[in-house]
């Protein structure tokens, strides 16, 4: 599958999508942003990938942000598209039936960053700079940023990236828990992708029950956050997975889950 600014490989059940604009700095422009919005959407109903790597082309850049050429051209209405554009393909990540990692193999400056925070765990490389430099051209992160990125570290060092629009780097995103792991450039993807195959082994319908789960408790209040918990576990309980994973238990073998 090639969409023209974005590679899809696939292999062992784990796709890799990666931004491929690597002259400049694999920044999202309109058409690139929609190219991501395809490939998941092609993914999402493709039953032999369970998870999902996204990662930049080259080794200098993730993603640079927004293209800031397109940027100069918005006005207050095509501004407003613009920002609900980005924030519907991050809000499709952010809510996607499979786990998407990223793997942040450099810059991720703006839109790059807010990409990386709709993804539902992140790996970094140690030359990664992270940054919301948005108020450096008179705007804000209109990619979601605003909202995700106080609940993912908090609110205070959330206004300090963002008031300063200053980066920081991959140890220091690691110690606020911007990022889970950080590992060598050369070693980002294949590592990455050994995690990556490590859930795609597990059952599929306590994966995407864990993230439906997970994701709705920033959203609902705390009875009906366990309401709805209590409703997956059960989904869960009436699957052939669980009996094959508590039967195997049991019989001491690993399991081998069909996702029914
Ligand atoms: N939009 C458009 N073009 C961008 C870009 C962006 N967000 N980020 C980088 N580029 C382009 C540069 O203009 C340059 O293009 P050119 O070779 O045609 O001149 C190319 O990518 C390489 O970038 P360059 O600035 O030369 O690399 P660098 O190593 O000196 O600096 C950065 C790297 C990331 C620090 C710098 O490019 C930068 O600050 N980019 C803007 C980041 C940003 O503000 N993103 C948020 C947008 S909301």
Do not use: W
Request: include cysteine; proline fraction near 3%.
């Amino acid at each position: 599958m090639n969409i023209k600014n974005v590679i899809v490989d696939k292999e062992d059940k784990v796709a890799t999508v990666k931004i491929n604009r690597p002259e400049k700095l694999n920044t999202l422009s309109i058409d690139t942003l929609n190219d991501l919005k395809m490939a998941f959407k092609l993914l999402a109903k493709d039953e032999f990938i369970h998870v999902i790597v996204v990662t930049g082309e080259g080794d200098k850049s993730f993603a640079a942000g927004a293209d800031i050429s397109e940027l100069n051209q918005l006005n207050e209405d095509s501004g407003f598209n613009f920002s609900k554009n980005g924030q519907e393909v991050f809000d499709i990540i952010e809510k996607y039936n499979k786990p998407v990692i990223a793997a942040v193999n450099g810059y991720a400056l703006g839109g790059g960053c807010e990409l990386a925070l709709a993804c539902h765990i992140r790996f970094a490389s140690e030359n990664a700079k992270f940054g919301q430099p948005e108020v450096n051209l008179g705007i804000i992160p209109g990619f979601g940023g605003t909202q995700r990125l106080s609940k993912l570290i908090n609110k205070s060092l959330a206004l300090e990236m963002i008031l300063s629009g200053q980066h920081i780097n991959a140890a220091e995103a690691y110690r606020i828990g911007l990022v889970n792991k950080i590992f060598k450039q050369e070693e980002l993807l294949p590592k990455t992708l050994e995690f990556a195959k490590l859930i795609a082994q597990k059952g599929q319908i306590a994966i995407r029950g864990a993230i439906q789960a997970i994701n709705l408790s920033f959203e609902l209040q705390p009875g009906e956050g366990e309401n709805l918990e209590a409703k997956l576990f059960a989904e869960c309980c009436q699957s052939k997975d669980f009996h094959e994973g508590t039967t195997a238990f049991l019989e001491k073998r690993k399991p081998v889950f069909s996702n029914k």
